[in-house]
């Protein structure tokens, strides 16, 4: 059965702000929140320069997402620019490591918001992370108006958690040596690899094309924005920290913003930042699990994977089968491990795809150069394109800063996803 077939579509309900603002809010989660502490204790005092690296990456790559969702303005983002570019087989590859990308960051980052709940109600852990999961599925099957408000309110109460520990911080600017490394550029370059988790989700922003109003345009510009915003606070929250405590007590601190908060203005404010731990944690389980369940929409009806991921709720336009999928997945990967891992395993798999990605944008140029492009990435040589020729080098260069383990679980994955492909065009997966 072919998707195109099936009725009703998605609801365009997006315009700039909300696409912008959800960006912000998926890229502004709980990452910052749950890695700062770690990525000091290879970065040192320079912390702020791991963040503008990883920025870089972000930035470079960002730009390749930009002008691709420009060309290909459908749900399934990645998919559709891979298989455009080169072939559905790598395409369901990548997909499938996009996707479980997804599921891996909202089963991890749930547990880390019931870690913040447990501390404020005594809940235990694994009842939290659920009955969160639960609830995010039924508020992504209910409506995307209503899940884009959602995120935009949690976005501004995560902004403001880091408005807070940036103004608390400034005031001490300039009392530490912010070129300290501690491991020299080796933990510089560890730290950007491992922080890069913290600006995952700009990509997932081009799942909204087939919710947005204009897509072609008001993607990339949101796209854009929604970096440039995220980088900002980053850089200021990074120089904010370790002038306050110092990259020593930085890296050994289990919850380092409630430390700076209950230092300075006393123990009960703790719970201020806790409350706003629990937003950004809650808002990127939800874009993550939106961004999962968007690719699988988007794969699904292909001659690989089963249209019954692509059927659409008739009143309430949303993928509910795909969105069921990746809740049921995100509950029973609660198990999936230790948080730093597994984001080193998620960027592994986003290192992987941006590969792939800015390498779509290069072979588009001399495949396809007459294809209309409403955003173009400037600057190239000839049909060459700098920006994204110089985001695949980084992304394979961060990529190789992952540990072996990391590097071994990584490929494991890559081979799943290829033995799927194998069974699905053996007829092992169901079209119906």
């Given at each position: 059965?072919d998707?195109?077939?099936?009725?009703?579509?998605?609801?365009?309900?997006?315009?700039?702000?909300?696409?912008?603002?959800?960006?912000?809010?998926?890229?502004?989660?709980?990452?910052?929140?749950?890695?700062?502490?770690?990525?000091?204790?290879?970065?040192?005092?320079?912390?702020?320069?791991?963040?503008g690296?990883?920025?870089?990456?972000?930035?470079?790559t960002?730009?390749?997402?930009?002008?691709?969702?420009?060309?290909?303005?459908?749900?399934?983002?990645?998919?559709?620019?891979?298989?455009?570019?080169?072939?559905?087989?790598?395409?369901?590859?990548?997909?499938?490591?996009?996707?479980?990308?997804?599921?891996?960051?909202?089963a991890t980052?749930?547990?880390?918001?019931?870690?913040?709940?447990?501390?404020?109600?005594?809940?235990?852990?694994?009842?939290?992370?659920?009955?969160?999961?639960?609830?995010?599925?039924?508020?992504?099957?209910?409506?995307?108006?209503?899940?884009?408000?959602?995120?935009?309110?949690?976005?501004?109460?995560?902004?403001a958690?880091?408005?807070?520990?940036?103004?608390?911080?400034?005031?001490h600017?300039?009392?530490?040596?912010?070129?300290?490394?501690?491991?020299?550029?080796?933990?510089?370059?560890?730290?950007?690899?491992?922080?890069?988790?913290?600006?995952?989700?700009?990509?997932?922003?081009?799942?909204?094309?087939?919710?947005?109003?204009?897509p072609?345009?008001?993607?990339?510009?949101?796209l854009?924005?929604?970096?440039?915003?995220?980088?900002?606070?980053?850089?200021?929250?990074?120089?904010?920290?370790?002038?306050?405590?110092?990259?020593?007590e930085?890296?050994?601190?289990?919850?380092?913003?409630?430390?700076?908060?209950?230092?300075?203005?006393?123990?009960?404010?703790?719970?201020?930042?806790?409350?706003?731990?629990?937003?950004?944690t809650?808002?990127?389980?939800?874009?993550?699990?939106?961004?999962?369940?968007?690719?699988?929409?988007?794969?699904?009806?292909?001659?690989?994977?089963?249209?019954?991921?692509?059927?659409?709720?008739?009143?309430?336009?949303?993928?509910?089968?795909?969105?069921?999928?990746?809740?049921?997945?995100?509950?029973?990967?609660?198990f999936?491990?230790?948080?730093?891992?597994?984001?080193?395993?998620?960027?592994?798999?986003?290192?992987?795809?941006?590969?792939v990605?800015?390498?779509?944008?290069?072979?588009?140029?001399?495949?396809?150069?007459?294809?209309?492009?409403?955003?173009?990435?400037?600057?190239?040589i000839?049909?060459?394109?700098?920006?994204?020729?110089?985001?695949?080098?980084?992304?394979?260069?961060?990529?190789?800063?992952?540990?072996?383990?990391?590097?071994?679980?990584?490929?494991?994955?890559?081979?799943?996803?290829?033995?799927?492909?194998?069974?699905?065009?053996?007829?092992?997966?169901?079209?119906?």
């Amino acid at each position: 059965m072919d998707r195109k077939s099936l009725n009703p579509t998605l609801k365009r309900e997006l315009g700039l702000i909300e696409v912008t603002l959800s960006g912000v809010g998926i890229i502004l989660g709980a990452g910052i929140y749950v890695l700062i502490g770690q990525a000091a204790g290879l970065a040192g005092n320079a912390l702020w320069l791991a963040f503008g690296l990883s920025a870089i990456i972000a930035l470079l790559t960002g730009l390749s997402y930009a002008e691709l969702s420009s060309m290909f303005t459908k749900a399934g983002a990645e998919y559709d620019y891979i298989a455009n570019a080169f072939n559905t087989r790598l395409a369901f590859v990548i997909g499938w490591l996009v996707f479980l990308s997804g599921v891996l960051a909202a089963a991890t980052v749930a547990l880390g918001f019931a870690g913040y709940f447990a501390a404020l109600t005594n809940v235990p852990l694994i009842i939290s992370a659920v009955v969160l999961l639960v609830l995010l599925t039924v508020l992504l099957g209910y409506g995307i108006k209503e899940t884009a408000r959602v995120a935009v309110i949690s976005t501004l109460i995560e902004a403001a958690g880091l408005v807070l520990i940036i103004a608390l911080g400034l005031p001490h600017l300039g009392s530490v040596n912010y070129w300290e490394m501690p491991r020299g550029f080796s933990g510089l370059f560890a730290a950007s690899a491992l922080i890069f988790f913290a600006y995952q989700g700009f990509e997932s922003m081009v799942k909204f094309s087939e919710e947005t109003r204009s897509p072609e345009t008001t993607v990339p510009k949101a796209l854009i924005l929604a970096v440039v915003i995220s980088v900002i606070f980053y850089v200021l929250v990074a120089l904010s920290v370790v002038s306050l405590l110092g990259w020593q007590e930085l890296s050994v601190s289990t919850a380092p913003f409630s430390d700076i908060v209950s230092g300075t203005l006393g123990p009960d404010a703790a719970i201020v930042i806790a409350v706003v731990a629990l937003f950004a944690t809650a808002n990127t389980a939800l874009m993550s699990m939106y961004a999962s369940s968007r690719i699988l929409y988007g794969m699904a009806g292909s001659s690989r994977l089963t249209a019954r991921f692509a059927m659409v709720h008739p009143g309430r336009r949303t993928p509910w089968t795909a969105i069921a999928f990746c809740g049921v997945l995100s509950i029973a990967l609660l198990f999936s491990g230790d948080i730093a891992f597994i984001a080193n395993v998620t960027n592994f798999t986003l290192f992987v795809t941006f590969i792939v990605i800015n390498a779509a944008v290069i072979f588009l140029r001399y495949h396809s150069p007459e294809s209309p492009r409403p955003f173009r990435i400037p600057l190239s040589i000839g049909r060459l394109p700098l920006f994204p020729l110089a985001g695949l080098v980084f992304c394979i260069f961060l990529l190789f800063q992952q540990d072996v383990p990391v590097l071994g679980f990584g490929i494991v994955l890559t081979v799943v996803g290829v033995i799927l492909l194998v069974i699905a065009e053996s007829g092992g997966v169901g079209k119906a």
